[in-house]
Nanobody, 127 residues
Framework: QVQLVESGGGLVQVGGSLKLSCLVS????????MAWFRQAPGKEREFVGA????????YYADSVKGRFTISRDNAKNTVYLQMNSLKAEDTAVYYC????????????????????WGQGTRVTVAS
């Protein structure tokens, strides 16, 4: 079965950096768009960024553009989220997600378009 396992979360100071990883198993990783979402306490899950199957195209939420970078290593079945210049408002549980279908080219920012999710990794940015 398809599994997505995030890692790399933790406690970091404002202005610091953190790199999240998401290891995918059970599918041909290189055929799938991958995305990161986050959910802060008391808030809805929100789109952070996405990367297409080849890694050549990325998308970001305005709130993280210029600070966060998504990348992927198809040989390692892993997608990454490099987070720099972290702010207190970046505190959330971060989830990686993947659509059910390969080569998905629909809306990438809607959570309900993703059929597979990881369990999440918590990021706390302390001031």
């Amino acid at each position: 079965q398809v599994q997505l396992v995030e890692s790399g979360g933790g406690l970091v100071q404002v202005g610091g950096s953190l790199k999240l990883s998401c290891l995918v198993s059970g599918r041909t990783f290189s055929s799938y768009l991958m995305a990161w979402f986050r959910q802060a306490p008391g808030k809805e899950r929100e789109f952070v960024g996405a990367i297409r199957w080849s890694g050549g195209t990325t998308y970001y939420a305005d709130s993280v553009k210029g600070r966060f970078t998504i990348s992927r290593d198809n040989a390692k079945n892993t997608v990454y989220l490099q987070m720099n210049s972290l702010k207190a408002e970046d505190t959330a549980v971060y989830y990686c997600a993947s659509p059910a279908l390969p080569y998905y080219s629909g809306s990438y920012s809607r959570a309900d378009n993703y059929g597979y999710w990881g369990q999440g990794t918590r990021v706390t940015v302390a001031s």
